[in-house]
């Protein structure tokens, strides 16, 4: 398989699932640095899995979303609120457009590297409090893409559609080691599993069957 | 009128005659820095037209495009190539995707400051080569924007259909001084006057019987 496409990691559970189900075809990881309370644990999830692939890494830093965007996310570990994803408040952990930001600027990396495909991670159990991880954003930014591209560049995100206990089933199946994932929203050295992120990774893993390696505080 | 938009102001005739031209319903100015050969020129015309009409200004620098992307607008003066925008030549001066990155970032920075709106200068002369200047472009990044953002952004770009000379009319017609603007791609003290943009910029004053009060080398 020819690799030509380029994947947006995080570190977290779901795109380093995607990373490592679609090794082959992949030639360059780029985890973007918006300046949020998990960066610099996520960032080194994302390098270790990259060195064990022997894929290479970029991190970008965004760093005007960091001064001039509002997201609780970016505020620091006591503004992230606890509890369930579908509850009211963490419609504050929304980073607005984020999506639509890493995207571009892959599509124009894509572009300028030859690479014909990039590659995201988002799923259906990201929630409608993310407007940016729906399919009916996925659709409409992949014709952004792949007109301003001049059609060199698509968009592939294979797990829209599907949940997070789904991806977990997957990196079951291909052998993620998921205690080289970094999920929690407050950014601390252990999980604190009780953020909207902890509790669905921790759902996921009990789905999917797995022994959840990860050290919680609570 | 509310002032409810954000516009993406290069410095450049097409967006400071947007400027001017919407200037009622403008709340902020962003100005991309993105390691071009004439940024400094540009971002010194943005900045002293909107101290003009009292608008904020931020200038945002990407450095990850100088860092990784290719371009001649980004390689020094001398990989400028001189002639006609029509020519097959000036396709080394496409900055890959460099609309939709914009375009996205002020999709989030709108959604973060309660913007409803964010305004772009692309025109009907930016041609063939620049993908991401087409209309076929702009509707599907207005389609991206809307669903990323909720419904909260729309993308408006007034003068995707028409050409320079006719924004020059818009220009003269409402009295822009463009003597407080700049285009030339080689980012010299004086224009070329033998670059793309430099035979668009005399082109478009000429059409619109515009006394040109650029200073050009040529």
Redesign the interface.
């Known amino acids: 398989m020819n690799t030509t496409s380029l994947i947006i990691l995080s570190g977290g559970m779901d795109s380093v699932t995607l990373l490592h189900d679609k090794k082959e075809e992949i030639a360059l990881a780029v985890t973007f640095d918006y300046g949020s309370n998990h960066a610099a644990r996520e960032i080194e999830m994302a390098r270790r899995n990259c060195k064990m692939l022997g894929i290479e890494h970029?991190v970008?830093?965004l760093?005007?979303?960091s001064d001039?965007?509002?997201?609780s996310l970016l505020d620091g570990a006591d503004s992230i609120p606890e509890g369930h994803y579908n509850s009211e408040n963490m419609s504050s952990t929304v980073?607005?457009?984020?999506?639509?930001?890493m995207?571009?600027?892959a599509?124009?990396?894509a572009?300028?590297r030859g690479l014909s495909r990039i590659m995201i991670a988002n799923h259906g159990g990201d929630h409608a409090i993310y407007?940016?991880c729906?399919k009916?954003?996925i659709d409409?930014?992949n014709?952004?893409?792949?007109?301003?591209?001049?059609h060199k560049?698509e968009l592939i995100a294979p797990y829209t559609e599907i949940t997070k206990s789904d991806i977990a089933c997957i990196g079951k199946k291909i052998g993620v080691d998921y205690s080289l994932t970094y999920s929690c929203y407050k950014g601390g050295e252990k999980h604190c599993g009780k953020c909207g992120t902890c509790i669905e990774r921790k759902e996921a893993m009990h789905d999917a069957g797995i022994a959840d390696p990860t050290i919680y505080e609570s």
């Open positions: 970029l970008i830093p760093k005007f979303m001039y965007f509002k997201s980073v607005p457009f984020r999506n639509g930001i995207l571009a600027i599509a124009g990396l572009e300028s407007p940016d729906r009916e954003f409409s930014m014709a952004a893409v792949k007109e301003g591209s001049g560049v």
